[in-house]
C-alpha cells in the first residue's frame, strides 16, 4: 500500500529509494530476505542518503530510524528489521563505485538543465585516518581533490571527479568532461583550466568553451577582453554549490579508505541534487 507523504523528509527518502532502486542492476530485490541475502543494496543506498541529508553518524541515525517507522516503512521495511550500523557502515565499502555514480547521475537527471556548465575543483577536507593505515598506503594527504561539473541554471552536480594526488586542473577536466559530453553546451571555467587543447576538443564537440586565459603576455589579455562577461561569471555558481555542500553536509568525509571518501563524496552530491528538485518542486 502506497503511503501518502507530507514532511520533506519523507518526501526526501522516497525520492531516494527511487532512484536507488534504478540504480541497481535489474528488477530491485526485497529490502530484506532472511539469511545470507540480507538486505538489498538499495536499501544500504538509501540509508546512506538519509544519513548524508541528516548530518547523522551510524549510530545515532539508526536510533532515530527506530523512533520512524513510517520512515522504516518506506525503505519496505519494520523498525526491528532495521540493520545494524555496522551493516550499513561495511555496505558503503562493499557497493561499487559504478552504483554510486548512477545514483548521482540519476539525481542530476531530476533537473531540467540550461545552457550553460561549469566546472572547478576544490579540496574537501578529510579526517586522519590510522597511522597503520597511512603508512600502509603512504596516505599523507590532508584534503581529497573533488573537481565538479554543475549545471549553471540549476546548480545540480553533473559529475564529480576525486583524487588523492594533486594532477593540474587540465589534466582532469577531459577526463570528467568526456563522460558527459551529452550534457554540455557552454562551458565555462577559469584560468586553471588555460589548455588550448582543452577548447579545441570541446569545440571539435559542438561545446563552447569560455575558459579565462593565462594573461602571460598580450595575447591571453586581448583574448580575455573578447570573452563574455556575463556568460564567464555564471562560474561562481559553482562556488556557491561548494559552500552550500560544505555548509549543510560537513566539512569533513569521514571514512577511512581513499575509496570510500570517494564514495561519500559522490553520495553527498547526490542528496544535494535531490534536496533542489525537492525545493524547486514546493516553489
Not at 527511487?18 to 530484506?32: I, M, R, T, Y
Not at 552550500?244 to 571514512?255: F, N, S, T
Request: proline share 4%; with cysteine; aromatic share 8%.
Amino acid at each position: 500500500m502506497s503511503l501518502v507523504v507530507h514532511t520533506k523528509l519523507g518526501r526526501f527518502t522516497r525520492r531516494i529509494v527511487s532512484l536507488a532502486q534504478k540504480a541497481v542492476v535489474g528488477a530491485p530485490e526485497p529490502a530484506f530476505q532472511p539469511g545470507e541475502t540480507g538486505f538489498a543494496d538499495w536499501v544500504i543506498v538509501s540509508i546512506h542518503g538519509l544519513k548524508t541529508y541528516l548530518d547523522l553518524p551510524y549510530r545515532r541515525l539508526l536510533d532515530v530510524l527506530h523512533e520512524m517507522p513510517r520512515i522504516a516503512r518506506i525503505l519496505g521495511l519494520e523498525v526491528p528489521q532495521l540493520p545494524d550500523f555496522t551493516t550499513v557502515c561495511a555496505g558503503m565499502q562493499e557497493l561499487k563505485m559504478p552504483l554510486w555514480r548512477d545514483v548521482l547521475r540519476l539525481s542530476a537527471e531530476l533537473h531540467d538543465t540550461g545552457e550553460i556548465q561549469a566546472i572547478d575543483a576544490t579540496g574537501m577536507d578529510r579526517i586522519a585516518a590510522s597511522q597503520h593505515y597511512a603508512k600502509r598506503t603512504n596516505y599523507t594527504f590532508k584534503a581529497v581533490k573533488t573537481t565538479a561539473l554543475i549545471d549553471c541554471k540549476t546548480g545540480a552536480i553533473l559529475d564529480i571527479h576525486c583524487s588523492m594526488k594533486q594532477p593540474h586542473d587540465s589534466q582532469i577536466a577531459w577526463q570528467l568532461l568526456t563522460r558527459n559530453l551529452d550534457k554540455l553546451t557552454v562551458l565555462t571555467a577559469d584560468k586553471g583550466y588555460d589548455w588550448e587543447l582543452l577548447r579545441r576538443k570541446l569545440r571539435s564537440e559542438g561545446v563552447k568553451p569560455v575558459i579565462k586565459h593565462r594573461e602571460f603576455g598580450w595575447h591571453g589579455v586581448a583574448n580575455n577582453v573578447l570573452l563574455d562577461d556575463t556568460t564567464y561569471h555564471q562560474r561562481s555558481n559553482i562556488e556557491a554549490t561548494f559552500f552550500a555542500l560544505r555548509r549543510k553536509y560537513g566539512e569533513i568525509v569521514r571514512a577511512r579508505t581513499w575509496f570510500g571518501q570517494f564514495r561519500e563524496l559522490v553520495l553527498k552530491c547526490a542528496v544535494r541534487n535531490v534536496e533542489l528538485a525537492l525545493s524547486a518542486s514546493n516553489a
